[in-house]
């Protein structure tokens, strides 16, 4: 069992700077590939970033690549998001999540555990 607790969301201007923080209890956190997903009003859940269970492999959706950067500390239990030129569309809940597996033939992806999100804003 693993329990995320995600934190740094807020309010920023266009143009402007974040960095999420989502720390995880359990001694299986360094074995799990781990992302970040995010939420906007009226929209689905959509990927944002996955980071490996190593940290040596990560891949962005195309709408952030470029801006953000996920990391992990495996000493700390912590995966982080950096971004960085934020946008108006970037703002939504963003949601970290464990044990995240890329499903083949585009099909998306599927989570093993989810935290319960923190709001970004960012306003124009």
């Known amino acids: 069992q693993v329990q995320l607790v995600e934190s740094g969301g807020g309010l920023v201007q266009a143009g402007g700077s974040l960095r999420l923080s989502c720390a995880a209890s359990?001694?299986?956190?360094?074995?799990?590939?781990m992302g970040w997903f995010r939420q906007a009003p009226g929209k689905e859940r959509e990927f944002v970033a996955t980071i490996s269970w190593s940290g040596g492999s990560t891949y962005y959706a195309d709408s952030v690549k470029g801006r953000f950067t996920i990391s992990r500390d495996n000493a700390k239990n912590t995966v982080y998001l950096q971004m960085n030129s934020l946008k108006p569309e970037d703002t939504a809940v963003y949601y970290c999540?464990?044990?995240?597996?890329?499903?083949?033939?585009?099909?998306?992806?599927?989570?093993?555990?989810w935290g319960q999100g923190t709001q970004v804003t960012v306003s124009s």
């Open positions: 999540a464990a044990d995240v597996v890329s499903e083949p033939y585009g099909l998306g992806y599927t989570v093993g555990y």
């Open positions: 359990g001694r299986t956190f360094s074995s799990y590939a």
